[in-house]
């Protein structure tokens, strides 16, 4: 049977990328009301999705975007030095709690929804959606330049490009 961690509301979550452009790894990190902690480690592509999919969302449900007034930002929180929960997603849903406005996220090891293994659930309200998928943009975009012939990834120094290379027909 699979192991299910129920996080519930979330009092921050955020993404992030770690290592250098063309070697990352992408994580989300969560943090709920009870001081409980995740780390979901997921490829570049589900991220990027997620973050497109919190777009569509907030924009099919309407959202405006308003600004906290300075004095009711929340401190940033302090996680803890070691994550209660760390899974690497294999699976990401998205659903939503039109109620409470919340955007719920689940999360299988698997894909494969006959043995998901470890599952992930938690949700936020539809601000902290705004801001994540900013936060998203900003992460994916962070990467390695685009080739503007090719459209493919450039490593410091330089590609092969398809385009540029001879092998392309005028």
């Known amino acids: 049977m699979a192991d299910a961690q129920e996080m519930g509301p979330l009092r921050h979550i955020s993404a992030e990328a770690i290592g250098q452009p063309g070697q990352r790894r992408f994580r989300l990190c969560a943090l709920n009301g009870d001081g409980d902690s995740a780390s979901l480690w997921i490829e570049k592509e589900q991220l990027s999705a997620l973050g497109e999919a919190v777009e569509n ?12 007034p300075l004095d009711d930002l929340e401190p940033d929180p302090a ?11 294999g699976q990401i849903s998205l659903g939503i709690n039109r109620e409470r406005q919340r955007i719920v ?14 599952t992930l659930s ?3 309200d539809y601000r902290r959606g705004y801001e994540l998928r900013r936060q998203i943009a900003q992460v994916v975009a962070a990467g390695r330049p685009a080739c ?6 450039m490593d410091p120094d330089g590609h092969v490009c398809v385009r540029g290379n001879g092998h392309h027909p005028d």
Do not use: H, K, M, N
Request: a negative charge; aromatic letters at 10%.
């Open 148 to 153: 503007p012939l090719c459209t493919a990834p």
């Open 79 to 89: 996680f803890p030095l070691s994550v209660q929960t760390e899974l690497r997603a």
């Open 105 to 118: 996220v689940i999360s299988a090891e698997s894909a494969d929804p006959d043995q998901p293994g470890t």
């Open 122 to 124: 938690f949700e936020f």
């Open 57 to 68: 969302v907030l924009r099919d449900e309407g959202y405006q975007y308003q600004r906290l």
